[in-house]
């Protein structure tokens, strides 16, 4: 009963939600409290487009409780009162502001299109910051790659009422097995993907480290933008390979092939959400607009041809070890992309 009380009185409740947005705040089991449906949610829809209560221009380091004081003090004094409604882990008020500004916070910045971030701006988002985390998630905050002045999440897949929003707090956790998520997380996920010895999480973590080595593949560069090298758990075991991915000699049919590899572990994985799939398409339509050689061409409209991701990927297998009369244009091509 107590418990009730205190959810019933909990200062989350006065947070301004939008009055049409699709969602509500409550407890979530185990996770402090979370966004959840109020309604079916299509796929692809917006769950909410949200401004910052404030805006601090420097990287995190420089930012002190004397310049959260300062934004603070700037805004209209009938929204300093939200600042306070914020709770750690939605239990206790915070220690100081710069540690309710790193937990309710999110980069707004520009970054330039390998993923590097080009100045610093974050935003203290009192919305956003109460959805929790998934590595399954089914909503997404999209990258634009421009500043932001607005956060905007969507649903990345159908979502019926009850069902808690979540979204993954690292664009690269895809890639990532389950302990290196929750290294980085520092918190125990619960999602699918992270439920101990069970046959999707093995499959999941096998998935997702096949996927950051093909990544390293089309790219060159592990998920930091750096040459990986661990000799002891290498990420492309074969150093002739590894070699030919950091110097863009990745023949066109092996290109067209990891693309389409990379999609297929995606969508059986459950993260090939309307977003990522414009973006990683690239990766497969580029290389198909690419091929020369005439047989290649062939096979390679026939694999473009077919209805799905693994359907694509069967058919273009044939490929494999085959050469292309536009290899090195290819490799010219990826060698100035990179620089
Ligand atoms: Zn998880």
Redesign the pocket.
């Known amino acids: 009963m107590r418990r009730r009380t205190m959810a019933l009185d909990h200062p989350y409740r006065r947070l301004p939600i939008p009055s049409n947005a699709p969602f509500e705040l409550k407890p979530s089991s185990g996770r402090g409290w979370g966004a959840f449906a109020t309604r079916r949610i299509e796929r692809g829809a917006l769950i909410l487009s949200e401004e910052p209560l404030f805006t601090i221009r420097k990287p995190h380091s420089e930012i002190t409780n004397e310049v959260l004081v300062r934004a603070f003090q700037k805004l209209p004094v009938n929204r300093k009162p939200l600042f306070f409604l914020l709770r750690d882990n939605a239990s206790e008020a915070f220690r100081s502001m710069e540690h309710a500004f790193a937990e309710n916070s999110f980069n707004m910045a520009s970054e330039d299109h390998t993923g590097q971030q080009l100045d610093y701006l974050h935003g203290l988002f009192l919305l956003h910051s109460r959805f929790n985390h998934?590595?399954?998630p089914n909503s997404k905050i999209p990258i634009t790659g421009g500043e932001i002045t607005h956060l905007r999440s969507f649903a990345t897949r159908d979502i019926v009422p009850g069902e808690e929003i979540a979204f993954s707090y690292a664009a690269d956790f895809g890639c990532r097995t389950?302990e290196e998520?929750h290294r980085e997380l520092r918190f125990v996920?619960?999602?699918d993907?992270?439920q101990p010895r069970t046959p999707f999480q093995k499959l999941s973590d096998m998935r997702r480290r096949l996927a950051r080595g093909l990544q390293y593949l089309q790219i060159g560069v592990d998920l930091d933008g750096q040459r990986q090298d661990a000799p002891d758990r290498p990420l492309i075991t074969d150093p002739q390979l590894k070699r030919a991915a950091e110097t863009f000699r990745i023949p066109l049919s092996s290109r067209f092939i990891y693309g389409l590899l990379m999609m297929s572990l995606l969508e059986q994985e459950g993260l090939l959400d309307d977003f990522l799939a414009e973006r990683l398409g690239r990766n497969v339509s580029v290389p198909f607009a690419m091929f020369e050689t005439e047989s290649n061409v062939q096979v390679a409209k026939l694999a473009m041809a077919q209805h799905d991701w693994l359907g694509r990927l069967c058919v273009a297998f044939q490929l494999y070890g085959r050469a292309d009369a536009a290899d090195q244009a290819v490799a010219t091509l990826f060698r100035a992309l990179s620089g």
């Open positions: 998934s590595c399954s389950r998520r996920c619960n999602c993907a992270c």
